[in-house]
């Protein structure tokens, strides 16, 4: 069975987004796995401690342990691989556990395309909004931890909070008029790749969960109206690969 890390917090389900993306994966694909918990002042010292690579490196050459991480030990249970980074991880289950495809022929380098701009660009400016609330649902330890030490306030005055939805649906109605190219003949006018759910749509998907769970009233109820419904329309495509085990 895979293990999958994450982190814990003060709400009933999971709510970071990289680490969504793997799990979305790992539903879709019908893996057995189960999570691990891990708070974040233990992350490094536990990827240590089982030999995951780290994500990435600082300026200073000092490594960055980070999750999410897998464990598979089903090819090799002697020698099990461990990987971290999700765009890593994604990859290896779908070379490793070809069915159910998350990345059609020819798609790997304009999903890795897709999915870049998603982590880099369009989350972007919900950051302010949501880094804080965030913070604010992980257990007390953790908080200490989270953003080195630092708490983040959130925007506690409504006209500064409606300005920084606008600025986040600014990004949202960008995507959406890209995506409607596949509508019609091209596509289902919801997924990104057509008509079948691939990685790309995890991506979104993966954004859209941090939201629900994080924000539900102050954000996910107004994303899932935007665009004619279609961010709700994915949402619910998704729906049965968001179980938790």
């Given amino acids: 069975m895979i293990i999958l890390y994450d982190v814990p917090s003060n709400i009933p389900q999971p709510w970071a987004p990289n680490i969504w993306r793997v799990r979305l994966i790992l539903n879709f694909k019908r893996l057995p796995y189960r999570t691990t918990w891990v708070e974040f002042p233990d992350v490094e010292e536990t990827l240590h401690g089982i030999g995951a690579p780290p994500t990435s490196v600082r300026n200073d050459g000092q490594p960055v342990f980070s999750l999410p991480v897998i464990v598979d030990p089903i090819r090799s249970p002697q020698a099990p691989i461990v990987l971290s980074n999700a765009n890593h991880i994604a990859e290896y289950l779908e070379v490793t556990y070809p069915a159910r495809q998350v990345f059609p022929e020819g798609s790997r380098a304009l999903q890795a395309l897709f999915v870049h701009y998603i982590q880099e660009i369009f989350v972007k400016p919900l950051l302010p909004i949501m880094i804080p609330l965030s913070h604010q649902l992980l257990p007390e330890r953790s908080q200490s931890h989270f953003l080195s030490g630092t708490t983040p306030s959130y925007l506690s005055v409504p006209p500064e909070r409606e300005q920084a939805w606008r600025v986040v649906q600014e ?61 709700g329309k994915l949402w619910e495509r998704c729906k049965s690969c968001m179980d938790v085990f």
């Fill in 171 to 231: 990004q949202f109605d960008f995507l959406a008029n890209i995506l409607d190219k596949n509508s019609g003949a091209d596509g289902d006018g919801v997924v990104a790749m057509g008509h079948e759910l691939t990685y790309a749509d995890f991506a979104i998907v993966s954004v859209l969960i941090w939201i629900e769970k994080v924000a539900p009233h102050d954000g996910w109820v107004r994303i899932r109206q935007w665009n004619g419904g279609r961010w």
